[in-house]
């Protein structure tokens, strides 16, 4: 079993960038794929970006493609989403995600763990 928390979250104007930030503990953080996921109200939890167990594969959304950057440090146990170029449809709760199993998934029913979700607001 996995503990996740994020962070990193905030108030920033459209066209700025906020790096969010994932901490993991309680079981090999290695063994899992990660992802982000993000909900704005009256919304739906929707995909964002997803990374492999040694960072070598990574998948994002087409929203988030070309200005989000996923990563992770086996060594810190820490997962990040960089996001630049951020834009007021970008205003959602972020949640990071972890998947013990081999392959990718970009569905909220393919992840075992979640944290509690970081707010990220985009002014215009």
């Known amino acids: 079993q996995v503990q996740l928390v994020e962070s990193g979250g905030g108030l920033v104007q459209a066209g700025g960038s906020l790096r969010l930030v994932c901490a993991a503990s309680?079981?090999?953080?290695?063994?899992?794929?990660m992802a982000w996921f993000r909900q704005a109200p009256g919304k739906e939890r929707e995909f964002v970006s997803a990374i492999s167990w040694t960072g070598r594969e990574s998948y994002y959304s087409d929203s988030a493609k070309d200005r989000f950057t996923i990563s992770r440090d086996n060594a810190k146990n820490t997962a990040y989403l960089q996001m630049n170029s951020l834009k007021p449809d970008d205003t959602a709760v972020y949640y990071c995600?972890?998947?013990?199993?081999?392959?990718?998934?970009?569905?909220?029913?393919?992840?075992?763990?979640w944290g509690q979700g970081t707010q990220v607001a985009v002014s215009s």
């Open positions: 309680g079981s090999i953080f290695s063994a899992y794929r």
């Open positions: 995600a972890a998947r013990k199993r081999a392959t990718h998934s970009d569905v909220v029913t393919g992840y075992d763990y």
